[in-house]
Each structure stands twice: as C-alpha cells, then as structure tokens.
C-alpha cells in the first residue's frame, strides 16, 4: 500500500507539471458509453496519454480512451477525467485497479465519481437506461486494502450525492451494483444468485475502486449505464459489440445527465 501511494503521488506530481495545476476537486473515472460527459461538463485544459504517466496500464477494452483529461467545469471546479481504468480482470492487480482513484485523491480530489456500463438484474429496466449505485458486493474476493486496515463501508456511496443526482432527474432508479471478477460474463445461475443476494446490477468494476476511493477519504458517487440485460434474464446471448452500442446509443442523454450532476457537485 504504501507502494501504491507513493506510485499515486508521483503520477500526480507528472500530471500537476503536465497540466499546469495545483490540484483537482473530483476525479471521475468514464467507463463504457459515458466518454462524452467531460466533454460537455466543462472546457479541457490538458490531455495526457495515461501511458506517460506512472502506473497505468494501456486500456485493453474498446471504449476506454486511454487519456487523462483535466477538465475545468463550467462550476469552477477542476475535474481529473480517468479515461484508462484497469479493470481487475486484467491482471495486473488491486492497487493497479484503485490507482485512477489514488491519483485523484493525491490531486486533492474530494469527491469520486465511478461509472460503468453493466447487466441489469431488474426486468422493469431497458439497454442504455442510466441508474444510480446505492450500494455494493463485492464478489472478487478481493480487497485494494491490506493489513489490519479496517475501514467503514456505511453508506460507501453518498447519499448526499445520490439526493443532488436526483434533483437533476427524479425518474433515476437505484440499484445495488454486484462486481463480480470476469473476464466473463455471467452464467445465469450466478446471476439468480446476485439477485438473491440483493443485487441489481451485475458488472466487472466499481466495487474495488469505490472502497479504495473510500480509504483515500472521498466521498463516492456511482452510476451504472444498462447495457444489457444480465444473463438469463435476456433471452438472447450477451456480446460486448451489444454493450458497446448500447453504450453508444445511450452516449448523448448520459453524458449530458452527468455533466449536469458534476456541476452540482
Ligand atoms: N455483466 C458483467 N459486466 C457487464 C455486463 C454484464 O451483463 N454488461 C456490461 N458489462
């Protein structure tokens, strides 16, 4: 861990130098069909390829940008944009995964806003609908911590920033976002267990990043873009070209819902 911090900070003290900035107020991590928010959120002032900057990895998923963006919001507020996660799937690791959520505590960030798109467990929801994370399970069986690091997870995902996100639109829905590992998509077997388990969505991210994010002291908001219905509750076979139109399809009506929620922020 300490490893990881010092990683985080030099990445930091390379982005501060790069983008001519002292320090940021939130870090917001784009996952599949949200790449458009920071766009409309504010005006750009620098964009790094990550893989200049210690401790990312080049994106091995098709809709990851592989930037970081500093972003001034039109509220004044500066916005470090993390177009290069690293998803637990790949490999490299938990403090490879939490790093996009280090470096922007390391920028001075307070707020982390994590999004992804993912499977959805209810039947009442549709592909390219956007839903609020109001909770989490974690099914890496896996943790960003280590050591006797006991760190509260209560209300992990800010009600404060859930109750602004639905003055923005009241017709938002919450669910609990379920990570499980992947690569994979799910079986349906595993997806009735993520039901049962109080799970609304199902996808392969946040979970980590959220708790990592919650060591660092911020205060995290979530939001998830159904791309799909999860596996046996759609009837037809899930692919990732579905996700990625989904995603797509959905890109101008949620990026233009974020950039409004960030600017309250
Ligand atoms: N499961 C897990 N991850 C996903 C899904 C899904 O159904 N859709 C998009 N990402």
Redesign the pocket.
Known sequence: METAKKLAEDAAQKIKDAADIESIDIGLTLG?GWAKAADLAGEEIASIDASEIPGFHKPSVAGHTGKLRVVKLDSGKHALVVGARTHFYEGYGVDAVSHGVRVSAALGAEVMVLT????GIKESWSPGQPVIISDHINLTAHSPLSGANFVDLTDLYSPRIRKIALEVDETLDQGVYVQ?P?PH??TPAEVQMAKAMGGDI???STALEAIAAREAGLEVFGMSLI??L??GIQKTP?SHAE?IEAGQKAEPVIAKLLAQIINKL
């Open positions: 599949s992804n798109g993912a499977g499980f992947g998509y799910e199902v996808g392969m791309t799909n999860a596996a899930l996700v």
